[in-house]
């Protein structure tokens, strides 16, 4: 595999030092900017802009201990059940113990988090949980009430800029670890960073399958530049794929969410004559945990032939389900569905990676200097499966602790860029309709390492994607095209041979054979 993305026929025209690079403005990154000291000079890297990012997308809430007949504990068993036993406890208990503190944290930073008719936190319910425990912001628009907060926070910090539509090429290491990293701008001008302390907060890999509630931006630059740089990979099999993805009769470059909340909040799955395919599927039916619920709406959609099922939420009154989901609400009316009066059609589409760079308690990577927080990393708290709105917090306290991290043992960057630049040798220019390729990638991952996976599929795929990948390192090309469509291979093929190597079915990696 190429270590660096970029070859011997980039000359970086800029160079830039900061005490501490983070490159994500979602909820990890913003979060960890602001709980760094005060005297060090961040910067926060963004591919487009914050509004374009998987945490300012987030319906759902966050899942967190906050009322007097819910605990840490039974927080911490709906996880350890909801990852099928493969989540490491210790950063479980890390993600249950301390949430609360994090929560508190963002009150006090004024994020309107909603309240019931007696002031206190509104409390809903999602799937695999068995306490009203999820908190949420805007109704179903907690990521962006969120971001908007802490974005505006960290705005007002003299030790914190941000750079918008900046591009992640590759990380610079040397004999101690991290050194610096590579970026461009919209223009195509390379720039080198120099920097000690890295923070990886990239977010998703939604672009990998054909249909996905990422963002188009969720290409999974740094992860594929972390897997260049030697770090540690961990459950990279275990991809969510969200049952209810709002269908639709045309390709969209964003599939629509409908939110878990609809069916903690009283939505029933329901095939096209009405009947409720979940009961007696699981005790919790259309509350399982997202893998059994993705795999049943999967297997009845293959019963019936259909392309979708349904979500029948008609028993609620119009007026609550627009305070109550707004987003969701007036999207689906854009499109012709009045929820309080009409089925949603869903199905199955790319959502969460659970896996990662591997790291430690307090977000380390195997790489010294490097960090990883948010869906990026595999911090251990997911196992086989992410419990619903677990994905948030998480983001809150690794954030945080990899922000005492670096506070604790913070070293100064190299000074020059002269020592950072790495020696390559130039490779030959590649000219290929990106799109097309990666368009091929998708419809490879789509085919066979979707919600069911075979051997012989995973096989296929991996002949294929180590083609597709071989290709594209044996030359070079300055677009953006190119980095992303590297990534997107690069990253396939490490989820590919971890969902061949592990041949038994659990939590969000099945295969029948």
């Known amino acids: 595999m190429l270590r660096y993305a970029i070859d011997g026929s980039v000359k970086p025209e800029r160079h830039s030092s900061y005490d501490v690079v983070i490159v994500g403005a979602g909820i990890a990154g913003l979060y960890c900017a602001l709980n760094l000291s005060p005297s060090l000079k ?9 509004d374009i990012s998987n945490s300012w997308l987030a319906q759902g809430g966050i899942a967190v201990v906050t009322a007097p ?3 840490p504990e039974l927080h911490f068993k709906d996880t350890i059940v909801a990852g099928a036993g493969l989540c490491d406890e210790a950063a479980v208990h890390v993600l249950v113990d301390e949430g609360p503190r994090d929560i508190a944290a963002l009150i006090k930073m004024n994020v309107p988090f909603d309240l019931n008719e007696y002031g206190e936190l509104d409390r809903t319910r999602e799937g695999g949980h068995h306490k009203n425990r999820i908190l949420h912001a805007g109704g179903d628009a907690t990521g962006r009430e969120t971001v908007k907060t802490l974005a505006y926070i960290a705005s007002q910090r003299d030790n914190i800029i941000f750079r918008d539509n900046t591009f992640f090429v590759d990380i610079l290491t040397d004999e101690k670890g991290v050194s610096g990293l590579i970026v461009k701008d919209d223009d195509g001008k390379y720039e080198t960073v120099a920097t000690r302390h890295l923070v990886l907060c990239t977010g998703g890999i939604g672009q990998v399958f054909e249909s996905s509630t990422n963002p188009a931006v969720a290409t999974g630059d740094g992860l594929a530049a972390a897997i260049r740089a030697g770090a540690e990979l961990r459950g990279m099999e275990f991809i969510q794929f969200h049952p209810t993805g709002l269908w639709s009769p045309n390709r969209e470059n964003r599939a629509f969410l409908i939110s878990e909340s609809v069916r903690g909040e009283g939505g029933l799955l329901k095939n096209a004559e009405g009947v409720r395919f979940m009961v ?14 993705a795999r049943g709406i999967y297997n009845e959609m293959k019963r019936t032939g259909e392309d979708h099922v349904y979500i029948d939420i008609t028993s609620q009154p119009e007026e609550e389900l627009s305070r109550r989901f707004p987003t969701i609400y007036n999207e689906c009316l854009r499109r012709g569905i009045n929820i309080s009066k009409d089925w949603i059609p869903v199905c199955p589409v790319h959502h969460y990676m659970m896996g990662g760079v591997k790291t430690d308690l307090y977000a380390r990577t195997a790489v010294h200097g490097l960090y990883a927080c948010g869906e990026t990393a ?11 709105s677990n994905s948030m917090l998480e983001c809150l306290v690794f954030g945080r602790r990899a ?3 670096i506070n604790a043992t913070f070293s100064p960057a190299l000074s020059t860029s002269e020592e950072l630049q790495p020696s390559l040798t130039v490779r030959p220019a590649l000219e290929l309709d990106f799109k097309a390729l990666r368009a091929r990638m998708q419809k490879i991952m789509s085919t066979y390492c979707f919600v069911i996976r075979t051997r012989e599929g995973l096989e296929t795929a991996l002949h294929e994607m180590s083609g597709i990948l071989d290709l594209l390192s044996a030359g070079f090309n300055s677009d953006k095209a190119y980095d992303e469509d590297l990534s997107l291979a690069i990253i396939s093929k490490a989820i590919i041979k971890s969902a ?4 038994e079915s659990i939590g969000a990696h099945y295969r029948e054979s």
Do not use: Y
Request: charged share 35%; net charge negative.
């Open 280 to 293: 007696g599927k699981h005790e919790l039916a259309e509350l399982a945990p997202r893998d059994i619920v």
């Open 403 to 405: 922000a005492e991290d």
């Open 378 to 388: 595999s911090t251990g708290v997911h196992g086989a499966n992410r419990l619903a």
């Open 500 to 503: 061949l190597a592990r041949r």
């Open 42 to 50: 961040c910067c926060v890297f963004a591919k487009e802009t914050i």
């Open 69 to 71: 007949d819910d605990d």
